[in-house]
């Protein structure tokens, strides 16, 4: 593959730059399609941002060993969450599901048989991530997962910059003076998981583990984040990664 851009060692690589050499070089139409949409820009407030939860459960966390078996998505911004555009998919992972990975995400042998290989769905959810930021709860699975199962079928992989709503609960609940305070007074960390940072904000409980429903309360966590922390102003390049 040709190199990415060649800019000054000054200048790093934008997520504009990457777009736009991967439209070239991508021989996949699919993934030709979805570069060519672009990127917002960073400075773009978060407010204009057209957005798009995504979830996926999968039989492990090591993208070279466990697979995705669904994947739901959410369109969304800060002002309305779009659920009859939602779409959920199981798809057949290329390994045997193990009883572990069944007691967390409950997708059932017998659905997987019918399932269709993520390839199948592929075009359809590039379609619906084009044009807007993913919006994820730790993007190393999503990112990772799809980059890895993308160039399993396609020959090429894809990366896209996320808004990772975990991130957000880290810069506070880990990483600020108060958070290192409360190491030093010997105090447990704030969880950051989904279920305890929507909790923070006053949200519902919702069933854990379900692809969907896991993409809904991250879209409905975001908007809760930017609303007490942030603002509809704030540009994206201080929330997206």
Not at 30 to 44: N, S
Not at 87 to 107: A, C, D, G, K
């Amino acid at each position: 593959m040709k190199p990415l851009l060649s800019r000054r060692h000054s200048e790093p690589p934008t997520w504009a730059d990457y777009f736009m050499a991967r439209r070239e070089q991508a021989r996949d139409t699919a993934l030709e399609r979805y570069f060519d949409v672009g990127v917002p820009t960073p400075e773009t407030p978060i407010g204009d941002v057209p957005m798009l939860a995504m979830d996926m459960e999968t039989t492990g966390l090591d993208e070279q060993r466990h697979a995705i078996v669904s994947i739901g998505v959410v369109p969304f911004d800060l002002k309305r969450i779009r659920l009859a555009e939602r779409r959920y998919w199981v798809v057949r992972p290329p390994r045997p599901l193990n009883e572990r990975s069944i007691t967390f995400h409950h997708i059932t042998h017998s659905e997987i048989e019918q399932a269709p290989d993520l390839d199948d769905v592929l075009d359809e959810l590039l379609a619906a991530m084009a044009g807007r930021i993913v919006v994820v709860h730790y993007r190393h699975i999503e990112r990772t997962f799809l980059n890895a199962a993308v160039k399993a079928r396609r020959g090429e992989g894809i990366h896209f910059p996320v808004i990772d709503t975990m991130s957000l609960e880290a810069r506070l609940h880990r990483q600020s003076w108060w958070a290192r305070l409360r190491r030093w007074l010997g105090r447990p960390p704030a969880s950051i998981r989904l279920p305890d940072s929507r909790t923070r904000y006053g949200l519902p409980p919702y069933q854990a583990h379900h692809a969907l429903i896991d993409a809904l309360a991250t879209a409905e966590l975001l908007q809760a984040q930017i609303a007490h922390r942030y603002s509809p102003e704030t540009p994206l390049r201080e929330v997206w990664s």
